[in-house]
């Protein structure tokens, strides 16, 4: 995989699954210097982590106090930066709305892990499913530190 300057993870409104592979990826060590950060599709002024998500992250002893939602913007997408959905219908958001801006890679986190099956949503579910959501974010984001720390597909 090839060494970008900035990872940014994205869901539709920058307050769940986006904050949650954010607050999880930072607890893991990368071998090279990379900001991770976390934007929505759909943001219309900040807002705090969903509190479900927030108590999950708490109980695995991370601490994402003061985090608010950001929306993505064209200066996201420069060409050192990793852009990562969650779904395959946020990535094709993100190609037909910054079309014009576009130079970053922007890629689904299952695909690039190789899992088959997406990080569904647990926007609305019980705090199970968001802690669901946590585990299921955690093997696939400590498939992608592997990926980024053994330089893989460069």
């Known amino acids: ?5 900035k990872i940014i993870f994205v869901c539709d409104s920058g307050t769940a699954r986006a904050p949650m592979a954010e607050a999880i990826m930072k607890e893991y060590i990368i071998k ?6 976390s934007r929505g ?4 002024f900040p807002e ?4 479900k998500t927030e108590a999950v992250l708490i109980s695995n002893g991370i ?10 913007t064209a200066e996201d997408l420069q ?20 079309q014009d801006s576009l130079e970053a890679d922007v890629e689904v986190l299952t695909d690039l ?11 609305g579910g ?5 802690g669901l959501c946590y585990e299921t974010l955690n093997k696939t984001i400590k498939k992608l530190v592997n990926l980024i720390n053994e330089g893989r597909n460069e």
Request: proline letters at 5%; aromatic letters at 8%.
């Open 126 to 130: 019980s705090l199970q499913s968001y």
């Open 63 to 72: 601490n994402a106090e003061n985090q608010m939602s950001k929306q993505l």
């Open 79 to 98: 060409s050192e930066h990793l852009i990562i959905a969650m779904e395959t219908a946020q990535k094709q958001k993100i190609l037909e709305e910054y």
């Open 1 to 5: 995989m090839k060494r970008y300057r």
């Open 48 to 51: 705090p982590l969903n509190q």
């Open 113 to 123: 892990t190789g899992d088959e099956l997406e990080i569904l949503n647990p926007y």
């Open 41 to 44: 599709l759909v943001v219309l």
């Open 32 to 37: 090279y210097p990379v900001e991770i950060e």
